[in-house]
């Protein structure tokens, strides 16, 4: 059972660039979510979803797309990343109901 | 809107000794709460979480925090550190409600474990 998968794992790429980080999970959790973490700053909600086609803006959306066509999956899309957006960025799921969330490995991103 | 402090960007503690990494929060009501460790490189895991109830919580690998809603406080203790634990620890907190879902994390704090 892999749970709750992120790819890649380490993205580099450039200023200008669009780029799409994956985020899959087998557990058929309503909630997904993605986070930023930033020395400095701990980790930094970006955007959620209650359900398939139901999104919505955490504390730090800007730049950032998603969307959610399937219960498993949980894109977020840098349409033109900065530099700014360099980050560690994680992927969690969590059920309906239930306050724990359940946390991917993690994708490094570093934009040139 | 609910915050949390750890004060301890960085603890070392000796292998076998106990530790104490500490969490105070900010809330109107009293919050879910949560500890997650970080190992280099790695995931986030959940240790342990209060909802409601024993106010003493017990968590995986020998951990355990006690909710103290006078001092607004959920330290994380463990009674002899090993070397394995040395990561980074972050508290969490969560309103709940129509909140669900918006984790609010400490700045985390590294712990260190010398042999």
């Known amino acids: 059972d892999a749970g709750i998968t992120q790819s890649p794992r380490y993205k580099i790429t450039e200023t200008g660039r669009q780029v799409t980080l994956m985020c899959h999970q087998t557990w058929s959790h309503s909630y997904m979510f993605w986070y930023r973490q930033d020395l400095g700053h701990g980790l930094r909600l970006i955007y959620y979803s209650a359900a398939a086609d139901i999104t919505d803006k955490g504390e730090v959306p800007d730049g950032y797309v998603v969307s959610r066509s399937k219960t498993e999956n949980f894109p977020l899309t840098l349409e033109s990343a900065t530099r700014s957006q360099t980050s560690v960025y994680f992927c969690a799921s969590s059920g309906r109901g239930q306050e724990t969330q359940y946390f991917g490995p993690g994708t490094r991103l570093l934009v040139l | 809107a609910q915050s949390v402090t750890q004060p301890d960007i960085h603890i070392t503690v000796s292998e076998g000794a106990s530790l104490e990494l500490r969490c105070n929060y900010s809330?109107?009501?009293?919050?879910?709460l949560f500890w997650y460790v970080q190992s280099p490189g790695q995931g986030l895991q959940l240790l342990l979480k209060y909802f409601s109830g024993d106010t003493l919580v017990q968590g995986i690998k020998g951990f355990e925090a006690e909710f103290k809603k006078s001092e607004t406080s959920f330290h994380l203790t463990k009674p002899s550190a090993h070397m394995s634990d040395a990561a980074e620890y972050f508290c969490v907190v969560s309103a709940g409600g129509t909140s669900y879902g918006k984790l609010t994390f400490g700045q985390g704090t590294i712990l260190t474990v010398h042999p």
């Open positions: 809330y109107g009501a009293t919050p879910y």
